[in-house]
C-alpha cells in the first residue's frame, strides 16, 4: 500500500515542471489525451551498428507497433484497473482513518454529543431561570445537538455504504479469479481464501506509469524506459549513475535490466521526493519474486540526497569506482555541469544519456548538445521518440559513448583523417 497524497504530489510536480522547464520551453506536461496506450506499445531496440572506419557512431533502430485491439489487450487493460482500484483507497482520508477507525471515531462523539445534550438539558430543568439568565445552557445544548446529529448522520452514511462497498470488493475479487490475477488457496482452518497478487517492483512500475499519465508527471515514461532499459541491458554497467530521482521511477527501470553486481547510485536534491523515491525502492524489494534474487531489484538503487556535482565522490567511495552509464534527468540548463562533474569518474566507453534532448535542444540543452556533439572525446546520436504521455510532442534521447579523455580524442582525430582519406 502506498501513503501518498496525490494532492501534494501534484504540487510537488508543478514545482519541478517549473525548474525544468527553462527559458520560456513551458510544455504542457498535464495533457492526458495519449493516443498511445502505453501498456500495450512494444518497443524493440536493435542493437548498434558499427560504421566502418574510426568515425564509428552509435545507431538505434527503435521499431514501435501496436499490437491490435483484441479481447485479450481489453481484458488486461481490465484486470489492471480493478486490481489498482482495489489496492488504492479512493481518497486520501481513508490512509489515516479506516473505515473500523472512522465508525469507531463518529460513534463515540455522537455518544458524548448525546450524553452532552442530556446533562445540558437537565441543567436546564433543575434550574431554568438560572441556566438562562448566564445564557450558557441554551448556547450549548444547540451546539451538542448539531454535533449529535452530524456525527450520527455520518455514522449512518458509512453504514449504508458498507453492504455496496462489499458487494463491490466482490464483483473485482471475482473478476480477478478469472483473470488469474488472484489465486484461491485453503488456509490452516479449511477455509476456501483468495490473495491478490503480490506487490513488487513490476506493480510499482505499473502504479507509477498510471500517475504519470493521470497526473502529467515528468516521468520518463514506458516509450523511453523501454529503450533506457535495452541500453542498460546491453552495455551491462556495474555503477549506473542518475541525476534527478523523482519517484525513482527510472531506476526501477534501471536496476531491472543490471547484471549481477551491478547498482544504480540515483541524486535528488528534493527531500520531499527523496523519501518518495525511498519508499518506492522500499517497496519493490518486497514479494516472492524478490526472495530469490541475490539482490532484491529496489536494494541495487542507492538514492542520494543532494547536488550530484558536489555528491559524487562521496557516493562513489571516493573515486574508486568508475561509471558504466550516466543518465541525465534532471534541470536540463544543469546537464552539462553534471557531465563535467561526473567525466573524471568515467570509464573509457561509457554510456550518457540525456533526456529531454529533442524539447529543450534550443533552450537549456543547447550547451550540453554542442558539447556532446561536437567534442572528439563523445560519439554521439539522438535517438528521436515521443515526448513521455504526448503523442504530437517530439522529443528524444542523446546517447552518448565516452572515447576517454586525450586517449580517447586522439583516436577520434585519427579516425577522421582515415576517412577523409578515403574519401
Given at each position: 500500500m502506498c501513503f501518498f497524497d496525490t494532492k501534494a504530489a501534484?504540487?510537488?510536480?508543478?514545482?519541478?515542471?517549473?525548474?525544468?522547464?527553462?527559458?520560456?520551453?513551458?510544455?504542457?506536461?498535464?495533457?492526458?489525451?495519449?493516443?498511445?496506450?502505453?501498456?500495450?506499445?512494444?518497443?524493440?531496440?536493435?542493437?548498434?551498428k558499427q560504421r566502418t572506419g574510426a568515425a564509428r557512431r552509435l545507431r538505434l533502430t527503435v521499431a514501435a507497433s501496436l499490437p491490435p485491439d483484441d479481447r485479450s489487450d481489453a481484458e488486461a487493460s481490465k484486470r489492471r484497473a480493478m486490481e489498482d482500484e482495489l489496492r488504492d483507497p479512493k481518497n486520501f482520508l481513508e490512509f489515516f482513518l479506516p473505515r473500523p477507525l472512522r465508525l469507531a471515531f463518529f460513534g463515540a462523539s455522537a455518544a458524548s454529543c448525546l450524553i452532552a445534550t442530556l446533562l445540558t438539558a437537565v441543567?436546564?430543568?433543575?434550574?431554568?431561570?438560572?441556566?438562562?439568565?448566564?445564557?450558557?445552557?441554551?448556547?450549548?445544548?444547540?451546539v451538542n445537538l448539531i454535533g449529535l446529529a452530524t456525527f450520527a448522520s455520518l455514522y449512518v452514511y458509512d453504514q449504508q455504504?458498507?453492504?455496496a462497498r462489499?458487494?463491490?470488493?466482490?464483483?473485482?475479487?471475482?473478476?480477478?479469479?478469472?483473470?488469474?490475477?488472484?489465486?484461491?488457496?485453503?488456509?490452516?482452518?479449511?477455509?476456501?481464501?483468495?490473495?491478490?497478487?503480490?506487490?513488487?517492483?513490476?506493480?510499482?512500475?505499473?502504479r507509477l506509469e498510471r500517475w504519470g499519465r493521470r497526473d502529467g508527471m515528468p516521468f520518463i515514461g514506458p516509450a523511453k524506459g523501454a529503450i533506457l532499459q535495452q541500453l542498460v541491458a546491453d552495455k551491462r554497467p556495474l555503477l549506473v549513475v542518475e541525476v534527478g530521482t523523482m519517484a525513482g521511477y527510472s531506476a526501477l527501470l534501471m536496476a531491472q535490466a543490471l547484471p549481477p553486481g551491478g547498482r544504480v547510485v540515483s541524486f535528488e536534491k528534493d527531500l520531499t521526493w527523496l523519501l518518495v523515491a525511498k519508499r518506492f525502492m522500499w517497496q519493490a524489494s518486497q514479494g516472492e519474486k524478490n526472495a530469490g534474487l541475490d539482490t532484491r531489484v529496489g536494494d541495487r538503487v542507492q538514492v542520494e540526497w543532494g547536488d550530484a556535482r558536489e555528491a559524487l565522490p562521496r557516493a562513489l567511495r571516493g573515486g574508486s569506482d568508475r561509471i558504466d552509464l550516466l543518465f541525465l534527468d534532471g534541470t536540463p540548463r544543469e546537464y552539462l555541469a553534471y557531465l563535467k562533474a561526473a567525466e573524471p569518474y568515467m570509464a573509457p566507453g561509457a554510456l550518457?544519456?540525456?533526456?529531454?534532448?529533442?524539447?529543450?535542444?534550443?533552450?537549456?540543452?543547447?550547451?550540453y548538445l554542442e558539447y556532446v556533439r561536437g567534442s572528439p572525446a563523445y560519439?554521439?546520436?539522438?535517438?528521436?521518440?515521443?515526448?513521455?504521455?504526448?503523442?504530437d510532442v517530439e522529443d528524444g534521447i542523446e546517447v552518448s559513448t565516452y572515447l576517454g579523455g586525450p586517449a580517447g580524442a586522439k583516436e577520434a582525430e585519427g579516425g577522421s583523417a582515415r576517412e577523409a582519406a578515403v574519401a
Amino acid at each position: 500500500m502506498c501513503f501518498f497524497d496525490t494532492k501534494a504530489a501534484r504540487a510537488f510536480s508543478l514545482q519541478r515542471l517549473n525548474m525544468r522547464c527553462v527559458e520560456g520551453h513551458r510544455h504542457h506536461w498535464s495533457n492526458r489525451l495519449a493516443a498511445f496506450k502505453e501498456h500495450n506499445v512494444r518497443f524493440h531496440v536493435i542493437a548498434p551498428k558499427q560504421r566502418t572506419g574510426a568515425a564509428r557512431r552509435l545507431r538505434l533502430t527503435v521499431a514501435a507497433s501496436l499490437p491490435p485491439d483484441d479481447r485479450s489487450d481489453a481484458e488486461a487493460s481490465k484486470r489492471r484497473a480493478m486490481e489498482d482500484e482495489l489496492r488504492d483507497p479512493k481518497n486520501f482520508l481513508e490512509f489515516f482513518l479506516p473505515r473500523p477507525l472512522r465508525l469507531a471515531f463518529f460513534g463515540a462523539s455522537a455518544a458524548s454529543c448525546l450524553i452532552a445534550t442530556l446533562l445540558t438539558a437537565v441543567r436546564l430543568v433543575q434550574s431554568p431561570a438560572l441556566e438562562l439568565a448566564e445564557g450558557t445552557a441554551p448556547r450549548d445544548l444547540i451546539v451538542n445537538l448539531i454535533g449529535l446529529a452530524t456525527f450520527a448522520s455520518l455514522y449512518v452514511y458509512d453504514q449504508q455504504q458498507a453492504q455496496a462497498r462489499i458487494e463491490r470488493r466482490r464483483e473485482i475479487r471475482e473478476a480477478q479469479i478469472a483473470f488469474g490475477d488472484r489465486e484461491v488457496f485453503v488456509n490452516d482452518k479449511g477455509e476456501k481464501m483468495s490473495r491478490l497478487k503480490e506487490v513488487n517492483d513490476d506493480w510499482i512500475l505499473r502504479r507509477l506509469e498510471r500517475w504519470g499519465r493521470r497526473d502529467g508527471m515528468p516521468f520518463i515514461g514506458p516509450a523511453k524506459g523501454a529503450i533506457l532499459q535495452q541500453l542498460v541491458a546491453d552495455k551491462r554497467p556495474l555503477l549506473v549513475v542518475e541525476v534527478g530521482t523523482m519517484a525513482g521511477y527510472s531506476a526501477l527501470l534501471m536496476a531491472q535490466a543490471l547484471p549481477p553486481g551491478g547498482r544504480v547510485v540515483s541524486f535528488e536534491k528534493d527531500l520531499t521526493w527523496l523519501l518518495v523515491a525511498k519508499r518506492f525502492m522500499w517497496q519493490a524489494s518486497q514479494g516472492e519474486k524478490n526472495a530469490g534474487l541475490d539482490t532484491r531489484v529496489g536494494d541495487r538503487v542507492q538514492v542520494e540526497w543532494g547536488d550530484a556535482r558536489e555528491a559524487l565522490p562521496r557516493a562513489l567511495r571516493g573515486g574508486s569506482d568508475r561509471i558504466d552509464l550516466l543518465f541525465l534527468d534532471g534541470t536540463p540548463r544543469e546537464y552539462l555541469a553534471y557531465l563535467k562533474a561526473a567525466e573524471p569518474y568515467m570509464a573509457p566507453g561509457a554510456l550518457v544519456v540525456a533526456d529531454n534532448a529533442g524539447v529543450f535542444a534550443q533552450g537549456g540543452l543547447r550547451p550540453y548538445l554542442e558539447y556532446v556533439r561536437g567534442s572528439p572525446a563523445y560519439r554521439s546520436e539522438l535517438v528521436a521518440c515521443k515526448l513521455e504521455w504526448r503523442e504530437d510532442v517530439e522529443d528524444g534521447i542523446e546517447v552518448s559513448t565516452y572515447l576517454g579523455g586525450p586517449a580517447g580524442a586522439k583516436e577520434a582525430e585519427g579516425g577522421s583523417a582515415r576517412e577523409a582519406a578515403v574519401a
